[in-house]
């Protein structure tokens, strides 16, 4: 009995050993320059609110909160006159309307939406998107491909991960939607995944340094962050704090393919990116998996430099699910549903 639990163990400690990233490098908490413990108040009052689930700052002055389950999807406020300043884009199909924002995006005079309904990137005039509650769009991008993560790099291509059997980890795609770069391959750790297992496991989020084009993709069912030239040249790649990798299942049925969380063993990593010229803010979860608790909501963001380098562990005293950084005033506004949907306030 003694033999075959040593053999077991040993088994398991090789499974282990074998996991393991190519040219990684790997960190801990304790690699972080400071801990940082911050207090939030609330922002808006809740009763102003609908359900916001996204936030987006404009000119460090708009505070756009996408919302669901509304007839317009985005709501605005000013955040130095403190009120309500109008909504705009409704819901729908049809012209100037929108079926499901995903990402947006502000650079120069020009806000971006990637619309997953429509496949389609939407642009518009920063001053008409702010003060119009119908605002007519610039120009609109068609994709033939379904893009996932979506970001506006160097010299305004749009930078995508796309939802196919493609191999490379970067799409580049030109203003009439045509790809016209890809780069890079998905992370690899030594494990024989399907087609679905590899594109699932490996889900991130786009962010693009608004100086340089430099891209930073954090990785949603890993601890695994890497960062990316403008070009796609992968610069380096870091795991970490807890070194876990992604665990998922694919089942199959009535001919059709599916992914599976599994309880107690798959993991949240990384979400909402900010990016700011000399950082970036990502929000850290680490949580298992649990069918009947939410696990969304995080109290600790991760600051990096654009090399790579820990900087910042801030813990928030109210859990979050999504925040942007005010740079002028030195703040970062979240959402929270807990009890209710309201936007939090934590000073820097």
């Given amino acids: 009995m ?5 053999m077991s163990l040993f088994f398991a400690v090789s499974c282990e050993f074998s996991q393991q990233y190519q040219h990684v490098e790997k960190f801990s908490m ?3 320059i400071k801990k940082i413990d911050l207090s939030g108040i609330e922002l808006i009052d809740e009763s102003k609110l609908y359900k916001p689930v996204r936030l987006y700052l404009i000119d460090d002055s708009i505070l756009v909160m996408l919302n669901i389950h509304a007839e317009n999807h985005f709501l605005k406020y000013n955040i130095h006159r403190k009120e309500m300043t109008g909504e705009c884009i409704p819901f729908g199909s049809g012209p100037g309307e929108m079926i499901f924002p995903k990402y947006f995006q502000q650079t120069d005079t020009l806000i971006w939406i990637y619309d997953t309904g429509k496949n389609s990137m939407i642009a518009y005039l ?3 998107f702010c003060v119009e509650s119908n605002p007519d769009p610039a ?5 033939e491909e379904q893009l996932d993560a979506v970001a506006i790099g160097k010299n305004e291509q749009i ?7 493609n191999p490379e980890r970067l799409c580049f795609f030109d203003k009439e939607g045509q790809l016209s770069a890809s780069k890079g391959i998905l992370p690899d750790y030594g494990q024989n ?26 990785y949603k069912r890993t601890d695994l962050i890497e960062f990316y030239d403008s070009t796609g040249l992968l610069l380096k790649r870091i795991h970490g704090p807890d070194h876990f990798f992604p665990v998922l299942t694919q089942i199959n049925r009535d001919n059709m393919s599916g992914i599976r969380s599994i309880e107690g063993k798959t993991r949240d990593g990384y979400f909402s990116p900010f990016a700011t010229k000399n950082e970036i803010y990502i929000l850290y979860s680490g949580k298992y ?3 009947d608790e939410n696990q969304y909501l995080c109290n600790q963001i991760f600051t990096f430099d654009w090399d790579g380098n820990l900087q910042n562990n801030y813990v928030l005293d109210i859990p979050i699910f999504n925040f942007v950084v005010d740079e002028r005033q030195n703040k970062i506004y979240g959402i929270t549903d807990d009890p209710e949907f309201r936007i939090i306030e934590f000073q820097l």
């Fill in 126 to 128: 920063t001053h008409d």
């Fill in 289 to 291: 998996f649990k069918r």
């Fill in 30 to 32: 304790d690699d972080f």
């Fill in 2 to 6: 003694k033999k075959i639990c040593i």
């Fill in 139 to 143: 120009f609109v991008i068609k994709f």
């Fill in 193 to 218: 995944l399907t087609v679905v297992e590899s594109i699932e496991s490996f889900l991130c989020n786009i962010a693009v340094n608004p100086n340089t084009g430099y891209i930073c993709l954090p």
């Fill in 159 to 165: 930078i995508s991960t796309v939802l196919s059997s």
